[in-house]
C-alpha cells in the first residue's frame, strides 16, 4: 500500500463509483446499452460500476482504501453533486463551499484535498514510477500542501462533429499523467513533479503536484469562505493536452 507500506490488497475505482452509477442509473441506459470506455488501445462496453476495467491494479490495503478515507471519499461525492447539479449551466461564474458542504465547508474542503491526493497516487502508481518521499499521505496529512488543484469549466469534445453539448454533461475522462521523472542509483523511476487532469462533464478538475498552478485551469483551492471565481476555458481536448504539456515544460523539474 502506498499510503501506509502494508500489504496491498485493494483496487481503488479509476473512475469515482458514485459518478459511475449516475450514468448506469440514467434512462437512456434502457436505451442506448451499457455505456463504453474509451482508451488508445480499445473501445469497449462497461458492465457495471464495479467493473475491473474502472479500477486500479491494487496499490492500496483494505483499511487505507475503506475505514482510513471514507470520510475524503464523501466530501468529494457532495462535491460531484454539486458539478453534476450545475452541468446545465453554462453561465455558472462562481463556487460557494458553502453550497456544497454547508456550516462544515472549511473542514470538508481540507477532506476534499486528501481524496485528491488519493486519486492522484493511485494513478501515480498505476503508471509504474514510484510515488515521491514528499508526496502528500491523505491519512495522515503531510505534505499535503504539495499538491494544489484547481477547477474550470471546460467542453473538452467541442471538436467533434455534430457537437451537441448536451449529450457529453455526463461524459467522464481522465487526462495524460505528464511528469518530470528522475532515476535512482538503485534504478527506480521516482516522480519529481507532475500535472493530471480529469473530466466530469464539463468540469475539468487539474492536478498540479509540485508544480504552480496554471491561472488558465482555475486557481488553487484554498479559502473555503471565499467564493471561488469559475474559469472558463475555449479549450478542446487537444488544446488541454498541449497548454499542460507547455506549463509543465516551463517549471523545475525537481520539488
Not at 469497449?44 to 496499490?59: A, E, H, L, N, W
Not at 471546460?154 to 461524459?171: D, I, K, L, Q, T
Amino acid at each position: 500500500c502506498w499510503i501506509c507500506g502494508y500489504v496491498a490488497d485493494s483496487r481503488e475505482h479509476s473512475f469515482k463509483a458514485r459518478d459511475l452509477r449516475r450514468i448506469f442509473d440514467h434512462p437512456s441506459r434502457q436505451t442506448h446499452g451499457a455505456p463504453f470506455h474509451f482508451t488508445p488501445e480499445s473501445t469497449k462496453r462497461i458492465q457495471g460500476p464495479d467493473s475491473s476495467r474502472v479500477k486500479y491494479d491494487t496499490s492500496l490495503c483494505h483499511a487505507c482504501n475503506t475505514s482510513r478515507t471514507s470520510q475524503f471519499d464523501r466530501a468529494y461525492d457532495r462535491f460531484s453533486d454539486w458539478i453534476t447539479k450545475m452541468q446545465s449551466d453554462y453561465l455558472v461564474s462562481s463556487l460557494h463551499w458553502s453550497e456544497v458542504y454547508g456550516s462544515s465547508h472549511t473542514e470538508e474542503l481540507e477532506r476534499l484535498q486528501r481524496y485528491f491526493a488519493k486519486s492522484l497516487g493511485c494513478r501515480i502508481v498505476s503508471s509504474g514510477v514510484r510515488i515521491p518521499p514528499d508526496f502528500p499521505n491523505p491519512v495522515t496529512g503531510a505534505n499535503l500542501s504539495r499538491l494544489k488543484t484547481s477547477l474550470c469549466r471546460v467542453e473538452p469534445f467541442r471538436s467533434v462533429a455534430n457537437y451537441n453539448p448536451a449529450m457529453f454533461e455526463r461524459s467522464l475522462g481522465k487526462g495524460e499523467l505528464l511528469g518530470h521523472v528522475t532515476t535512482t542509483q538503485d534504478g527506480l523511476d521516482v516522480l519529481g513533479n507532475c500535472v493530471w487532469w480529469e473530466y466530469l462533464g464539463h468540469f475539468q478538475i487539474s492536478y498540479w503536484f509540485n508544480v504552480d498552478v496554471d491561472s488558465a485551469f482555475g486557481g488553487p483551492f484554498s479559502n473555503s469562505s471565499v467564493p471561488y471565481e469559475m474559469i472558463h476555458s475555449g479549450l478542446d481536448l487537444h488544446g488541454i493536452r498541449e497548454a499542460m504539456e507547455a506549463w509543465l515544460t516551463g517549471q523545475p523539474a525537481g520539488s
